[in-house]
């Protein structure tokens, strides 16, 4: 368009412009898909309408229940489940105890029959059972139209598989996430040109509107928020990438596992994270671990790597998974670390050294890594290095050396 002063920036100087242009074939034709992506498009595009108004009318139903004082969601971790919607549909006949209606529980549920009797003992008149009533017919109608939706939808997507199986490779995309994407931009990527023209085109970049002198909004459009099984699986991707990438580069890979952070709420808040309400956490860690390295192993792209574990209940098992990634390439690829923030101190510095031994080789031990507060953190290393001695002595039945060479260890 013509820029050259304000006073012609009008509307129909545009047009005028943008007429010309097409006049002289200067205007590349809009995207149209073909018509089986836009029916496609147009069954994706209802199915997210449906679930967003099922979401909606879920949620009504739980604020009709805290009227009445039944606390479902607080016992239930999905209260519109198979036991859940039994219980309900309970509460809408109204002639059960609330004990009964506790007995419909199946499965993990039923540990919790005790606080599930609690949750039940509301105050239901026949106002919360008839609007309860609408509120499940509701539900079961869109979930009915949903069920429908995506039946179709599968049936449209059998010719594309072999793209679905591509993008569901993308952490966090699902067979569902794959129809809306295929959906709204097709299978021929060559029509957008490039990556970036296919990124600014499907709204996941801002981009720069000016029009008369005066900026507008060019955010990226809103989406979906992801849930927490889509960040995990997002963590996941950055950390296989941030592995290859070491394994490209010759660099060594460190993991601190076993961290239980910002602990206390309110002073997260009123501080900020990582400000020191952090503890040893005692959730399960080989099973990820191994799944990790082993991914890594498995196209040959696992770095050197570092393991520090603050439990020092997983001492063993991270002793024993080193062992199953050593491939012979570099001695001593795959480390066991000295004890690392609470257990870097003499005890749990002998505890980590004990258990490489038995189990390990400490002839291939890095030792106690320095770093970036290797000043303030010299006591640890000076203990690291008089305990490594004496744990060595102890296995071969000599007096301490730290005591030899270091009599001020008592």
């Known amino acids: 368009m013509p820029t050259t002063s304000r006073r012609c920036q009008t509307d129909v100087k545009d047009a005028e412009w943008i007429a010309d242009l097409v006049r002289h074939g200067l205007v590349r034709p809009s995207f149209v898909p073909p018509p089986e992506i836009r029916e496609l498009r147009d069954l994706v595009r209802h199915r997210r309408t449906l679930a967003e108004t099922l979401a909606s009318e879920r949620n009504r139903t739980l604020k009709l229940l805290e009227t009445a004082n039944i606390k479902l969601s607080s016992v239930a971790t999905d209260v519109f489940g198979v036991s859940g919607t039994a219980m309900l549909r309970a509460l809408v006949e109204g002639d059960m105890a609330p004990e009964a209606m506790a007995e419909l529980a199946k499965g993990r549920l039923r540990t919790k029959l005790e606080p599930l009797v609690k949750a039940l003992q509301g105050r239901v008149s026949e106002h919360h059972r008839f609007l309860l009533r609408l509120h499940l017919r509701r539900l079961d109608e869109i979930e009915r139209d949903l069920a429908e ?6 049936e449209r997507m059998r010719p594309y598989r072999r793209q679905v199986g591509l993008l569901k490779r993308i952490p966090g995309v699902d067979e569902i996430g794959a129809a809306e994407i295929l959906a709204e931009t097709g299978i021929d990527m060559t029509v957008f040109g490039n990556a970036r023209r296919l990124a600014a085109w499907a709204g996941v970049c801002p981009g720069n509107h000016e029009s008369a002198g005066k900026k507008k909004s060019t955010a990226a459009r809103k989406g979906k928020a992801a849930n927490a099984a889509q960040h995990a699986k997002f963590a996941s991707y950055l950390m296989l990438e941030f592995g290859r990438w070491d394994a490209k580069r010759g660099w060594t890979k460190q993991l601190h596992l076993g961290a239980l952070r910002n602990n206390n709420t309110r002073l997260l808040t009123k501080l900020g994270p990582d400000t020191g309400f ?101 006591p640890r290393h000076e203990y690291f290095r008089r305990t490594l001695p004496d744990s060595a002595s102890a296995h071969i039945g000599n007096r301490p050396f730290g005591q030899r060479y270091f009599p001020i260890i008592k």
């Open 149 to 154: 939706l995506e039946t179709r939808i599968a």
């Open 278 to 378: 952090d503890s040893i956490g005692d959730f399960s860690q080989t099973r990820a671990l191994s799944r990790y390295l082993d991914t890594l192993d498995s196209t040959d792209e696992l770095p050197r790597t570092v393991l520090y574990n603050l439990n020092p209940a997983d001492n063993y098992a991270f002793a024993t998974m080193i062992g199953n990634f050593q491939d012979g390439s570099v001695p001593g690829k795959m480390q066991f670390g000295s004890g690392w923030w609470f257990l870097d101190q003499k005890e749990a510095m002998e505890w980590q050294i004990n258990a490489l031994s038995n189990l390990g080789l400490l002839s291939r031990f890095v030792g106690m890594l320095t770093d970036s507060r290797s000043f303030l953190s010299y």
